[in-house]
């Protein structure tokens, strides 16, 4: 927790392998953490009520939804804190998938620091689970490099490395 600047703008990246992460990171902080939600979860009128209460705006998977990137560069400027799963979706087997270049444009646009988080474990009964929260990643290089798809790949790349990194690190 050390890592996580107790104001301003932040984005966390994290793997995905439950619909429990959003609340479960979310029960670390003290400041209301937005996720992007896939939009058919706001189709569902008291599960859409609650989710947009705990800060969650919906994104259309599988095209570049530009009001959910405009939504997430908002939120970045108004200094709050911004979950994403760059994999866009919970992993079936546990572990990490490839991540969606999207992550990369939020972190190409805006000036907020990039936190790597890591769920290890699993959420069965008396089962241990931990969440990491890795040191900020410095994109300075790509940030300073035109945009474009690559250096979007490119800074996604190195996201998903930390990730992975914290997964291998730390695994139980």
Sequence with gaps: MEHIPKEGPVILCS??????DPPLIGSCFRRKIHY???EELFRIPVLSFLIKKFGAFPVKRGVGDRT?????LQLLEQGKLFGIFP????????????GYTGVGLIVHK???PVIPVAIIGSYRLFQPL???FG?????YQQRAM???ADTYKLTTEKIMAEIQTLLDRHRL
Excluded: Q
Aim: no cysteine; charged share 30%; hydrophobic share 40%.
């Design 36 to 38: 992007m939600a896939k």
């Design 68 to 72: 959910a990137l405009r939504s997430a």
């Design 87 to 98: 994999e866009g979706t919970r992993s079936k087997d546990g572990r990490l998938g490839k």
């Design 146 to 148: 035109s945009a474009s």
């Design 135 to 139: 040191k900020p990643i410095d994109f």
């Design 15 to 20: 793997n995905h392998i439950s619909v429990l």
């Design 110 to 112: 805006s000036d907020a």
């Design 130 to 132: 931990t969440v990491v």
